[in-house]
């Protein structure tokens, strides 16, 4: 199986997974354990749902979303822009079925910051909070609750799968931080496009039938009683540990979770829709997980950090990356989905004006594309623009703050509310708790 890499050598193997992998040994409950618990109250919310397609690494604007043709070639690239749907919006070369459905996106142009590097652009995108020290491009940082952890607190679970997702692996700045381990994402590392697809531990291992898995967890609950912190210390250890086996339970016991995975239970016509890829697959099931009531979906999507020969890269990486993403779209319209879905997608910010070189782009905060589609989103839009060599946002500037905040409203939470950390400290959900408006229907 292949390994993303970006330019400080990470691997998604490299990076915490907290899957219900080894949760009859325990794994699942040590790795919560050591990330700390802070039991804060959940809120219900609209039925809203949100799929955030990760392009880690940093995707070219001038390769996806902002052609600028007029450029001298050592800014425009190999890449000529294709017409869409919609009068005067153009994309790139290989965006060939978004541009099909162009009236359904909005495309934000001028979000900027200045995070050159991945550990802090990835936390500052990811997370709607700049970092708060300098960090290193390889770094893995977490100062403030993601996105996808802040959702699963405020809308909770239903019928047994868990609120917040990450496929197939945790971007580095996904985590919780001091909400508490419990609203980590559920990470599902396997392959949906393999035909033996089966997430781990979402049913009892096989040979052990559920009467003997019955059996074991009583016996837990009973050992558990030989001794324990008194149940009604409000920082008891092992009633958070309680929890986190529920959790799993849960997950194991409820046959409608369990059928949520069952990707391979698609019609063949559905699955060659979305391409025969991981990517693809892996957005199928981000489907089938809104479907079954998941408030929130990381599509982590990696390789698009391209110092080097980017356009030998992006022949291969985009065409699937464009049809999977197309037809999430369209699948979720047909199926009555995409109004109360929010589908973005977007990396830690663009690439370099001029080309290296090596042939490739390099990093750069001043400008980035980020596309909207659903949740009551008006398409057919160009929000803000670049100059006319893609070198910096020049008009609508919008900041990382105003993409929070517009995720949170269209999943109906206020960005304007005010978390406590375990310590008692105050912490402002987002900074700027305004929207994009031109978004927001």
């Not at 070219?60 to 450029?71: G, L, Q, R």
């Not at 550990?119 to 020290?133: E, K, L, S």
């Not at 945790?170 to 980590?184: D, V």
């Amino acid at each position: 199986m292949s390994r993303s890499r970006n330019c400080e050598g990470t691997t998604r193997r490299d990076c915490l997974k907290l899957g219900l992998t080894s949760l009859i040994g325990g794994g699942l409950v040590d790795a919560l354990r050591l990330r700390g618990e802070a039991a804060l109250p959940a809120s219900a919310s609209r039925p809203t749902s949100c799929i955030l397609v990760w392009m880690d690494g940093g995707p070219s604007h001038y390769e996806t979303f902002d052609p600028k043709p007029e450029a001298p070639a050592e800014i425009r690239g190999d890449y000529d822009p294709i017409a869409t749907t919609v009068p005067g919006m153009h994309f790139s070369k290989h965006m060939t079925e978004m541009a099909k459905i162009a009236e359904r996106l909005a495309v934000v142009r001028s979000i900027q910051h200045n995070q050159g590097n991945h550990g802090a652009g990835n936390h500052y995108m990811m997370t709607g909070a700049p970092t708060r020290i300098p960090v290193g491009c390889g770094a893995f940082v977490s100062f403030h609750p993601s996105l996808g952890s802040v959702t699963a607190h405020e809308r909770g679970t239903q019928g047994g799968l868990p609120p917040y997702f990450s496929i197939p692996r945790m971007s580095r700045s996904g985590g919780p931080n001091f909400l508490g381990a419990r609203y980590a994402p559920f990470v599902v590392p396997d392959d949906p496009n393999r035909d033996n697809f089966r997430v781990r531990d979402v049913s009892p291992p096989r040979g052990l039938d559920l009467g003997r898995f019955d059996d074991r967890k009583d016996l837990r609950a009973q050992l558990d009683r030989l001794e324990r912190i008194s149940h009604e210390a409000a920082g008891d250890p092992v009633r958070s540990l309680d929890e986190y086996y529920e959790q799993g339970y849960d997950l194991m016991s409820s046959r409608d979770a369990q059928r949520a995975f069952e990707v391979q239970a698609e019609p063949d016509a559905i699955r060659d829709l979305y391409g025969r890829t991981r990517f693809g697959q892996s957005c199928l099931l981000a489907r089938r997980l809104v479907e079954a009531g998941v408030p929130f979906i990381t599509l982590y999507e990696g390789g698009w950090d391209h110092h080097v020969e980017i356009f030998d890269a992006l022949d291969k990486k985009l065409p699937p990356f464009d049809r999977a993403l197309a037809a999430l779209i369209l699948d979720l319209e047909q199926r009555g989905l995409l109004e109360s879905t929010l589908v973005i997608a977007l990396g830690e910010f663009g690439r370099t004006p001029k080309i290296n070189g090596r042939g490739g782009r390099d990093h750069w905060s001043n400008a980035m594309s980020v596309v909207f589609a659903g949740c009551g989103t008006p398409g057919g839009q160009v929000v803000g623009a670049t100059d006319a060599r893609g070198y910096a946002a020049v008009d609508r500037i919008l900041s990382p703050e105003n993409f929070a905040s517009t995720v949170y409203r269209k999943l109906g939470i206020d960005p304007n509310t005010i978390y406590y950390t375990p310590q008692g400290r105050p912490s402002h959900l987002v900074s700027d708790p305004n929207p994009i408006a031109e978004l927001m229907s």
